[in-house]
């Protein structure tokens, strides 16, 4: 990586906020209402992508029955997600890199409701520059929501680096050729994130501090 880090563009479910159980828990409870089975591993696959795109994977063959599954699901979520939190260190991170001056976001596949929710509950408004939600943009891995965040930025995709725990995150990196970290205590392995070639793979938020922080006191070394 040869540019200055001017942005990190964080992922949410998974990356920062600690709701993936949740999350599972909510897509079977509505899979459940209209008799679709739904494996773990299923519901965990699609994690990231935006809900549209959720229910043509997951429930193919019954479009009809997409609205209501995912309105199931939506207010399932909401009902029981009230003790999901950002994962323990976090909140130091994102303080950390902001007081360094890096301008940070959050590209998303949940919609600007339920971004706007768990952002007011994390009071976490005010630290992020944008915030992205494929209810208004293009799921991942399509690139569109990164170039319209670099657009409201004025950062070059080289100056940024996205933070993700899926390969729709760090597809949609590659797909702008944008530097990219993988963290692995969220949805996918390290074996499938390895495939998108990040700069690095996080096992814990300590460690994904540590490494982005290098990257930020690289910057102010230059």
């Known amino acids: ?3 200055p880090v001017k ?3 964080f992922d ?3 990356t920062l906020f600690d709701s993936v ?3 599972v828990a909510s897509l079977q409870f509505a899979a459940k209402q209209f008799h679709q089975p739904l494996t773990d591993a299923d519901a965990k696959s699609i994690i990231g992508l935006g809900l549209p795109e959720v229910a043509k994977r997951l429930f193919p063959n019954v479009p009809e029955l997409h609205a209501g599954i995912l309105q199931s699901y939506s207010d399932h979520y909401v009902a029981n997600s009230t003790d999901n939190a950002w994962f323990t260190g976090v909140a130091e991170m994102l303080a950390e890199l902001k007081a360094q001056g890096v301008k940070l976001a959050v590209a998303t596949g949940k919609s600007r409701k339920g971004l706007d929710r768990v952002l007011a509950q994390t009071e976490s408004q005010d630290i992020f520059e944008i915030t992205r939600a494929a209810s208004e943009t293009k799921s991942k891995p399509d690139p569109l929501m990164l170039a319209e965040i ?8 080289s100056e940024a680096i996205m933070v993700g725990d899926t390969s729709y995150d760090l597809e949609m990196a590659r797909n702008i050729d944008m530097p990219r ?3 692995s205590y969220g949805v996918h392995t390290v074996e499938t994130l ?3 070639e990040p700069l690095a793979i996080a ?7 540590q490494l982005l922080m290098a990257k930020v006191q690289w910057k102010q070394a230059i």
Do not use: E, P, R, Y
């Open 150 to 157: 670099l657009a409201a930025t004025h950062v070059k995709a």
């Open 181 to 183: 970290i993988g963290v």
């Open 12 to 14: 949410w479910d998974g």
């Open 194 to 196: 390895a495939q998108f």
């Open 1 to 3: 990586m040869n540019s």
């Open 203 to 209: 096992h814990d938020v300590q460690a994904l501090h």
């Open 7 to 9: 942005l990190v563009i």
């Open 21 to 23: 159980s949740q999350i």
